[in-house]
């Protein structure tokens, strides 16, 4: 395992340009695909003066505009209640113009009521900017959804973590006249359950695997079966999901497992011969943790060809629980063949953009060789917030932009506050 890294302490910190308040506490947030202006927030609400079992949470979907030039201001453009606390939300990855339209995006919602919520988001609207499409009721409405992710390649199919500590493979597809879509008409799988709350699903950039993680500490991964066999039913109507390649990893955090990133594998060795059997391509996962590290993992190899156990790549202490990880810009170079050695080599670089709860927002450098040497520096803090950082999202660049300068928008919990910044 690598030494633990810690953030130096003369870290630039740096200062808001804006800040706007919102009416209920911030959970999430993310800007709307292909447009640099817009940006939506899911909220979260505890009633308070209830017995525990019988508290009631409810939210809201704030669709936001960023304004240009210096002041970069917030405006709250549109705003809509929900029966339930937002605990998160994604937009799909896919073109669904069958259950949208062809200037609006699909945006899936994580509730506290076991159930997802689909909605159209379309800024240039002026009647319907956040269009309800349907609530897809999933489980007892004394469930709760926790996180969960579209398939990268199959429309409409998602994964999700639910406050009991199961992780589930669901389709949100269905009749797009239903306002309500009872649980017995979707197709749902109990892929494995964490001991504690699930937190976090996610999949390997092409589909092709499963990882989740929950506060348990432990961080699981599963392998698709081959095309076609996924799409066996059994008599209730659910596909048959049985990944072969299963492992659990509950040694590496010191705590839950909050989030996890997979990268992208930029190349295949070159190779003189032909290996037999081949060795399937290094996954590589960023994880967050409640122990307050950032890590970078190599887990267990698929199909039992090579290591069997977690490797820690790189590991950095944040000052506060790691929520949400995102990439904000990348670079690889390689392979290099060097000499006549034929030694492959391929160097990689991540900006990242870290929400660490009370320690506010991180930005950091990941660098290294693939599957070698890592390591992580910090750039910038930002600690502004006064409460839990659930949420932060950079502002996409222009076409052609240079990429000098990138603005932030980031958030806070209890306090409510939403801050813009730049690094």
């Not at 009416?23 to 817009?38: D, E, N």
Request: net charge negative; proline share 8%; charged share 20%.
């Amino acid at each position: 395992m690598p030494d633990i890294d810690t953030e130096a302490p003369d870290v630039p910190v740096l200062s808001s340009l804006h800040t706007t308040t919102l009416p209920l506490p911030p959970s999430c947030i993310a800007f709307v695909p292909r447009s640099r202006q817009w940006f939506v927030v899911g909220t979260y609400f505890l009633e308070r003066g209830e017995e525990a079992e019988g508290q009631k949470r409810s939210g809201s979907l704030v669709l936001a505009r960023l304004g240009e030039g210096e002041g970069r201001d917030v405006t709250i453009t549109a705003t809509h209640s929900t029966p339930f606390a937002i605990f998160d939300l994604h937009f799909s990855p896919h073109e669904t113009t069958a259950i949208t339209s062809s200037t609006s995006h699909l945006l899936g919602l994580a509730s506290s009521t076991g159930s997802v919520a689909l909605y159209a988001i379309d800024p240039a609207s002026p009647t319907a900017p956040i269009r309800h499409i349907r609530t897809l009721q999933l489980f007892p409405t004394t469930s709760l959804f926790t996180y969960f992710s579209w398939h990268p390649t199959i429309p409409l199919l998602a994964a999700a973590a639910l406050a009991d500590g199961r992780v589930v493979l669901c389709d949100c597809s269905g009749n797009a006249d239903d306002d309500e879509v009872d649980s017995r008409s979707r197709r749902i799988v109990t892929l494995h359950a964490h001991a504690l709350e699930a937190w976090v699903t996610a999949f390997a950039p092409d589909g092709s695997a499963l990882f989740s993680g929950g506060d348990d500490a432990a961080l699981k991964g599963g392998e698709q079966e081959e095309e076609g066999e996924e799409e066996e039913e059994d008599g209730d109507g659910a596909p048959q999901f049985s990944p072969p390649w299963q492992w659990q990893d509950a040694r590496t955090h010191g705590a839950g497992v909050t989030f996890i990133l997979p990268l992208p594998q930029p190349y295949s060795p070159p190779t003189t011969t032909a290996p037999a059997p081949p060795l399937p391509p290094p996954d590589l996962l960023l994880t967050g943790s409640y122990d307050e590290s950032l890590r970078l993992l190599s887990p267990p190899a698929r199909n039992g060809l090579g290591p069997r156990r977690s490797r820690v790549l790189a590991e950095i202490e944040l000052g506060g629980g790691v929520w949400r990880i995102d990439v904000v810009d990348s670079s690889m170079a390689g392979p290099v063949v060097q000499g006549g050695d034929k030694e492959a080599t391929a160097e990689a670089e991540w900006i990242l953009l870290v929400s660490c709860m009370h320690a506010g927002t991180r930005v950091l450098q990941a660098e290294g060789e693939w599957e070698w040497t890592w390591q992580f520096d910090v750039l910038a803090r930002f600690e502004e917030h006064q409460s839990m950082n659930y949420g932060s999202a950079v502002q996409p660049l222009r076409a052609g932009e240079a990429k000098k300068k990138r603005t932030v928008v980031s958030t806070s919990f209890y306090d409510r506050l939403v801050c813009v910044w730049e690094f």
